[in-house]
T-cell receptor, first 110, second 112 residues
Framework: DGGITQSPKYLFRKEGQNVTLSCEQN?????MYWYRQDPGQGLRLIYYSQIVNDFQKGDIAEGYSVSREKKESFPLTVTSAQKNPTAFYLC?????????FGQGTRLTVV | EDQVTQSPEALRLQEGESSSLNCSYTVSGLRGLFWYRQDPGKGPEFLFTLYSAGEEKEKERLKATLTKKESFLHITAPKPEDSATYLCAVQDSGAGSYQLTFGKGTKLSVIP
């Protein structure tokens, strides 16, 4: 089945640790995105990539890093510099206008 | 700056009671307006794209319409399985990428 796979579904991080969220797509989409969702807020863009080996900061990139070494993969690292990392993280991909989302990773700092 | 405002924040309907959700937007130029459905703990599921004022799209009990300032998602004779949060998003034609600006969503509950 074609789609976007995010893993893990749940992730727990101790303060001061870096963690990496995985996002893989087999839709052959050029563009990939990371959004963050908090209760009572709209989705906010963290990073996006329109092509392999190139990516741009979104509205809330501080404390996050990404890489795009393969077309299918766009991992997100939440670093210890991110002050409030507990949130629901969503990966999306698009070929043109319409974006399709994965099932999300819920990150909790313990 | 692009802005999207959805109302109401929450809506409770009896099964079969039709209603509408509103999405007001401000963009310098609209490339597209999108509706998604999101179930608790899941990623958004794509429903519709609208490109220009006057356009309408339908899917089962849902119908989306677009004007120059807002979009409506009409729900006809809803069923309990229509309960979800409905998200509206816009793409600005001036943006260098296809990034989306989202509203906060409308949480719909349909009571049997």
């Amino acid at each position: 089945d074609g789609g976007i796979t995010q893993s893990p579904k749940y992730l727990f991080r101790k303060e001061g640790q870096n963690v990496t969220l995985s996002c893989e797509q087999n839709l052959n989409h050029d563009a990939m995105y990371w959004y963050r969702q908090d209760p009572g807020q709209g989705l906010r863009l963290i990073y996006y990539s329109q092509i392999v080996n190139d990516f741009q900061k979104g509205d809330i990139a501080e404390g996050y890093s990404v890489s795009r070494e393969k077309k299918e993969s766009f991992p997100l690292t939440v670093t210890s510099a991110q002050k409030n990392p507990t949130a629901f993280y969503l990966c999306a991909s698009s070929m043109g206008v319409e974006a399709f989302f994965g099932q999300g990773t819920r990150l909790t700092v313990v | 700056e692009d802005q999207v405002t959805q109302s109401p924040e929450a809506l409770r309907l009896q099964e079969g009671e039709s209603s509408s959700l509103n999405c007001s937007y401000t963009v310098s130029g609209l490339r597209g307006l999108f509706w998604y459905r999101q179930d608790p703990g899941k990623g958004p599921e794509f429903l519709f794209t609208l490109y220009s004022a006057g356009e309408e799209k339908e899917k089962e009990r849902l119908k989306a319409t677009l004007t120059k300032k807002e979009s409506f998602l009409h729900i006809t004779a809803p069923k309990p399985e229509d309960s979800a949060t409905y998200l509206c998003a816009v793409q600005d034609s001036g943006a260098g990428s296809y990034q989306l600006t989202f509203g906060k969503g409308t949480k719909l509950s349909v009571i049997p």
